[in-house]
């Protein structure tokens, strides 16, 4: 049995367990961070791509990753696409704020290096099964590790950052508690080795369904179509995939070339009952999932490690509580305008089986009256780009 004690036992090495360990780091406080998958397979998994201007600026600031201004690639805009016909919605020109094109796994990469090189505990392949708060002052964790040697780690705080599938959410009451809603419909992802179709993301609205044109690099791109959430991946040839993606961007012609991975991203909106009860706290997919629409996920995760940043700060420096006892409620504030810009988008932007004619062409009215007016183009930018960081917590 190895038994460590850390002043925060951070159990997931996602973007927001390592970025939490990289500001509490340079606060002096040390952290343990441990992962049941291991460093390849985390580098390598293929997740969202859109960083708001807020996540690129704190990752610079704090030295967390640089490459996001080399290999990333800054975007003024996306496109809405419907009736055949396309509406940039200029980002820096109604909020003065762009996003970037960055995937997630290069920033995890970026922050693996970096913590890595500032001699952070980072235990990947350490599997935690279980979360003891018998002691509110002291919760402990067991589990695992790498060599299948039982583990326990006793912390001033746990933190799960463990995404949607959290072991520690368990200790807050498990998912049960929370709020949930699913969707009738995914998404059909596939990497591809092509050039850019377009110089900006389309967001496309078409009878046959939605489809995203979004991108990775110079030569390899992601896209997706609306789907059943059924859908089996493999039961398409790649000529249909193209053709089904073709149909939904009427005006654009697709470079295509050789697919490379696919998959089916299934919906769900999701919002832990409790994002901190005595000494645990959840922050990230563990405490909230969002349908991809608003390219949300991993920007609403930075969102709550600035917060518990600053909890954790008062909490092991000053012995001041009050901050992490207003974590939940002013996380939950963020959490939920980003549950509903996520909603929205998604559901103004596909087609539903069940629809009528009257939602139908309801629909197409709700996205000319975004389109068509600079105070709707301006919600929907100013919600992509990203609200500005709460720092004050309490
Ligand atoms: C992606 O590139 O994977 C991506 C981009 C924007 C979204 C969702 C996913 O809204």
């Not at 992802?189 to 991108?215: M, N, R, T």
Request: net charge negative; with cysteine.
């Amino acid at each position: 049995m190895t038994a460590v004690r850390t002043p925060v036992a951070i159990v997931g090495a996602g973007p927001a367990g390592l970025l939490l360990s990289h500001l509490l780091a340079s606060s002096g406080i040390a952290s343990l961070v441990v992962d049941a998958r291991s460093r390849a397979e985390i580098e390598t998994t293929i997740r969202a791509g859109i960083l708001e201007q807020g996540t690129v600026d704190l990752l610079v600031e704090t030295g967390a990753s640089t490459r996001v201004l080399t290999d990333g690639r800054r975007h003024d805009g996306i496109e809405l696409r419907f009736d055949g016909e396309g509406h940039r919605i200029d980002f820096p020109a109604l909020t003065g704020r762009s996003v970037w094109l960055y995937p997630q796994h290069e920033v995890l990469a970026d922050l693996i290096a970096t913590r890595l090189a500032d001699g952070q505990d980072l235990r990947f392949g350490t599997r935690i099964e279980t979360v003891d708060t018998t002691d509110p002052a002291r919760p402990r964790l067991t589990g695992t590790d790498a060599e299948g040697r039982p583990v326990e780690i006793e912390a001033d705080m746990v933190v799960g950052a463990d995404g949607s599938r959290s072991v520690v959410r368990a200790a807050l009451g498990g998912s049960a508690a929370g709020s949930f809603r699913e969707y009738p419909f995914a998404w059909f992802g596939i990497l591809c080795e092509a050039p850019p179709s377009a110089d900006e993301l389309i967001y496309s609205h078409a009878p046959e369904g939605f489809a995203l044109i979004s991108q990775r690099s110079a030569t390899v791109q992601r896209m997706y179509f609306q789907c059943d959430p059924g859908a089996d991946p493999d039961a398409l040839s790649e000529r249909e995939i193209w053709d089904r993606l073709q149909a939904r961007v009427p005006g654009t012609v697709l470079k295509e070339g050789p697919i490379f991975q696919r998959d089916v991203l299934r919906f769900r909106s999701f919002v832990a009952g409790e994002l901190r009860r005595g000494r645990v706290a959840l922050i990230g997919d563990a405490a909230h999932t969002v349908p991809p629409t608003g390219a949300k996920g991993m920007n609403l995760a930075v969102a709550d490690v600035v917060l518990l940043h600053r909890a954790l700060e008062a909490l092991l420096h000053r012995r001041d509580e009050r901050p992490l006892d207003a974590f939940g409620e002013t996380a939950l504030r963020r959490i939920w305008k980003a549950q509903h810009f996520s909603w929205w988008m998604t559901s103004m932007l596909h087609s539903t089986p069940e629809a009528t004619a009257f939602d139908r062409e309801r629909q197409r009215a709700e996205l000319r009256s975004i389109v068509e007016s600079e105070a709707g183009r301006a919600y929907l930018a100013e919600a992509y780009t990203g609200w500005p960081f709460e720092t004050r917590v309490g």
